[in-house]
């Protein structure tokens, strides 16, 4: 007979041993980065961008200390996420939001002691030492939910941005470069394919244009025929579209949505749903559906936030509804505030 193999164990093994490679990668440029100790000479909103090979994702750098010997390094990847961090201080209802959908990853350097028992262990069971210096615990918050501990390949992501920061910073340390960040200046690390090489240059800090994520309706759809097909409004013909979120997490760290469609005149509202932060497109062409099939197509959609634009910019021009950015939807902030939203 032949041998049996348990193909679930080797998996796992395989798992482990993948792990605790991509560890290993991650802790390199970290000890490179400690030894440069960069705590002592940057202040947090010092920026430095990362701009991925191909081009398409812009990552940004903080070093932060709260106390001598508790220091960090925040992973923002994108600039929305950078600047809710760090260049749009806002009232504090604004800040409440902008730390829920905040997306970061935090690289910390601990002490065992400090260290959560499951991160631990964890470390025990892949064999993993560090040392007797200052560990790391890496966590990554998802927009909309709090902070978890960061494993797997998101690891790779996270170690490939430290090895950038790093050499970064070595452009300071060991080849002179100086950026007045307080005069407006920010590190930049740009590959070049002309030259074919990575470079580290002192740029003025700009931000680029967020390309946004914008949903596009099929022709053919059904549901958007179905939609086409229906008349105007003649009872709620300026209606406002947003969404907010409950301030206090769900046991697995979800802020659930609260997503929601209102008549600009009369402050009426026309349709509510909760949700997660992953349902909220669905969720939002539900409500829609709802409204426009019980009352028809309203004539304007007012919006004030980029994500809303993006979520309904194709469909309001394929049904023919105009649509008007505006700074404030007051039928809608009002609801958001009684149900304990921001």
């Known amino acids: 007979m032949g041998e049996k193999i348990d193909f679930r164990k080797a ?39 990362f701009i991925t090979k191909s081009g398409d994702r812009a990552v940004y750098f903080s070093c932060v200390q709260e106390q001598e010997n508790d220091v960090g390094i925040l992973i923002f990847p994108s600039p929305r996420d950078y600047q809710y961090a760090f260049h749009q201080r806002q009232p504090t209802r604004q800040e409440i939001r902008h730390f829920i959908e905040i997306e970061q990853y935090t690289v910390s350097l601990v002490h065992w002691e400090a260290l959560p028992g499951e991160v ?18 890496v966590t990554g918050k998802r927009r ?54 990575w470079m580290n240059v002192v740029e003025p800090l700009e931000f680029p244009a967020d390309p946004g994520n914008p949903v596009v309706f099929r022709p053919n759809s059904s549901k958007l025929r179905a939609m086409q097909g229906l008349g105007r409004s003649a009872t709620h013909r300026k209606v406002e579209f947003d969404f907010g979120w409950q301030q206090e997490p769900e046991e ?91």
């Open 11 to 49: 998996a796992q093994r395989e798992r482990e041993k993948r792990e605790r490679q991509l560890w290993q990668a991650l802790c390199r440029p970290l000890h490179a980065i400690v030894e440069l100790w960069p705590w002592g000479w940057l202040d947090p909103e010092d920026p430095f961008l």
């Open 120 to 137: 631990t262990e964890r470390y025990r069971h892949l064999g993993l030492d560090f040392g007797e210096g200052m560990w790391p615990w």
């Open 144 to 197: 909309g939910y709090l902070d978890t501990d960061v494993q797997g390949e998101e690891l790779a992501f996270v170690a490939d941005c430290l090895g950038n920061f790093l050499m970064q910073l070595r452009a300071i340390q060991e080849e002179g470069m100086r950026p007045e960040f307080q005069k407006g200046d920010m590190m930049l690390r740009v590959y070049s394919a002309r030259e074919n090489l």
């Open 252 to 342: 697995d760290g979800c802020f659930w949505m609260e997503v929601l469609l209102t008549d600009r005149e009369t402050g009426e509202l026309l349709c509510l749903y909760r949700c997660r932060p992953e349902e909220l497109m669905n969720c939002a062409f539900t409500a829609w559906r709802e409204v426009v099939e019980e009352h028809g197509i309203p004539s304007t959609l007012y919006l004030c936030r980029d994500e809303s634009y993006d979520l309904f910019e194709d469909l309001a021009q394929k049904l023919g509804v105009k649509i008007k950015r505006v700074k404030r939807l007051p039928a809608a902030e009002r609801i958001l505030r009684d149900l304990g939203a921001v």
